[in-house]
């Protein structure tokens, strides 16, 4: 296993370091991931050793090394974790998360019935990801056409799951992301398929495919892509290929899942358990003060004098004594837009080396275009070749407003590097 991993980093960038230990605070590293709820592994380097200890929603499965001299962190799908390092934890239902689509929850006053109905006014088929940031958990709704089918949280299936999702929403402060799949997918994965080969070679994976196919006629049966940062599918029906998307044929683990037979759904009905009024809770402000004081762990409000978060529990005081960088790093999650630009700003007036992987993660998983602008212009500010990189693929981006100033950018610096 350990040789396999250190193969595969070879062709990864870590979204963390490689960084001396004498220039890091690990507990606060892993605060951040912790409070973030990130599955990756870090990596712990020494000339004696290479220590792997895998995190899987902000929890660590392991222990830490008593010495090493560089960290990394690398981001990884779920799946990816339990087969490399054999977690004793059931699989995640693996969701392929391409580009998210934008929802102005702004525009929506935050009410949470009104969230609702602009999803049936998309008519998408895909799913929500609401992460609660205080509980530290995840729960998903499943939408075929925007109708919600089924939703799901680590304890709940069905309307109980969706029942704690909108209490989440209304009481606790969530990041929220609708991603789209195609309805044979959506349809296979939440018809309860069962596991019945997994393989590190696709030949081998796509022959079982076809012969296990065949045998079972009439039943979809469905190959996984499984790489560390995403999920791909392959579809058979009697021995042919039906359907395929995102699928990566030089993935490191391939799954298969067979179904008895395809879920009917009943459409459910999330009006059922909003309260009249209710808002998604991105912030409040406090009667007493016309600050807004925001845990950095849990992003909850909080009083000015609260030394613990009253949510998650974190020690605020700890937060005080970090550098600056570090705060910036945590800064750059902030559930209020215009304090994430503000950041962001910030990250690339200082020419932060550090929060450079973190902006490559944003600008591949956000679709906010204004957002997306300020990651642009805060890399045009930095001097760092990894900056330069990023800059040249967002001037291929979707969105025209966001290729357009990154090509702008690329050009305004060629012509002030050919001065010199």
């Given at each position: 296993m350990r040789k396999e991993l250190l193969g595969l980093l070879k062709k990864a960038k870590p979204a963390l370091g490689p960084i001396h230990r004498d220039a890091v605070n690990l507990s606060w590293i892993l605060e951040i991931h912790s409070s973030s709820l990130q599955t990756g592994f870090y990596v712990f380097q020494s000339l004696e050793q290479t220590?792997?200890?895998?995190?899987?929603?902000?929890?660590?499965?392991?222990?830490?090394?008593?010495?090493?001299?560089?960290?990394?962190f690398y981001k990884s799908t779920r799946n990816f974790l339990i087969h490399h390092f054999q977690l004793p934890v059931s699989p995640d239902i693996p969701l392929c998360k391409g580009e998210p689509i934008w929802i102005n929850l702004e525009s929506l006053s935050f009410n949470i019935k009104e969230f609702f109905r602009k999803l049936e006014e998309f008519s998408t088929t895909g799913f929500v990801e609401?992460?609660?940031?205080?509980?530290?958990?995840?729960?998903?709704?499943?939408?075929?056409?925007?109708?919600?089918?089924d939703a799901r949280t680590e304890q709940q299936k069905g309307r109980e799951a969706l029942k704690q999702i909108i209490k989440n929403l209304s009481e606790n402060v969530c990041l929220i992301n609708l991603y789209q799949l195609e309805d044979i997918v959506l349809s296979f994965l939440l018809s309860d398929p069962k596991m019945v080969s997994v393989s590190s070679k696709l030949e081998d994976a796509q022959e079982f495919c076809q012969e296990l196919s065949k045998r079972y006629m009439g039943h979809p049966l469905l190959l996984i892509s499984v790489s560390m940062q995403d999920y791909g599918y392959r579809v058979?029906?009697?021995?042919?290929?039906?359907?395929?998307?995102?699928?990566?044929e030089e993935a490191d683990v391939?799954?298969?899942y067979l179904v008895n037979q395809i879920k009917q759904f009943d459409i459910l009905n999330p009006y059922d358990y909003i309260?009249?009024?209710?808002?998604?809770?991105?912030?409040?402000?406090?009667?007493?003060?016309?600050?807004?004081?925001?845990?950095?762990?849990?992003?909850?409000?909080?009083?000015?004098?609260?030394?613990?978060?009253?949510?998650?529990g974190y020690d605020i005081t700890e937060f005080h004594k970090m550098p600056y960088e570090y705060k910036l790093l945590m800064g750059l999650e902030h559930p209020v837009l215009e304090m994430r630009i503000n950041v962001i700003h910030t990250v690339g007036m200082k020419n932060l080396v550090s929060a450079l992987p973190q902006l490559e993660y944003m600008a591949n998983k956000e679709s906010n275009?204004?957002?997306?602008?300020?990651?642009?212009d805060a890399l045009?500010?930095?001097?760092?070749?990894?900056?330069?990189?990023?800059?040249?693929?967002?001037?291929h981006h979707t969105y025209p407003i966001v290729r357009s100033r990154a090509k702008y950018i690329l050009d305004r610096k060629i012509i002030k590097e050919n001065r010199f």
């Open positions: 220590h792997f200890l895998p995190m899987v929603n902000g929890a660590l499965w392991g222990d830490l090394p008593e010495y090493f001299e560089m960290l990394s609401v992460e609660d940031r205080v509980k530290r958990e995840k729960g998903y709704i499943f939408l075929q056409n925007g109708l919600i089918v058979f029906m009697d021995g042919y290929v039906i359907y395929q998307g995102a699928f990566d391939f799954e298969v309260e009249e009024g209710s808002k998604i809770k991105t912030f409040r402000s406090d009667d007493e003060s016309h600050i807004i004081y925001f845990c950095p762990a849990c992003w909850s409000v909080i009083s000015e004098k609260d030394k613990l978060c009253p949510n998650c275009p204004i957002l997306l602008m300020a990651i642009v045009g500010k930095m001097s760092h070749v990894e900056a330069l990189e990023l800059l040249r693929k967002l001037s």
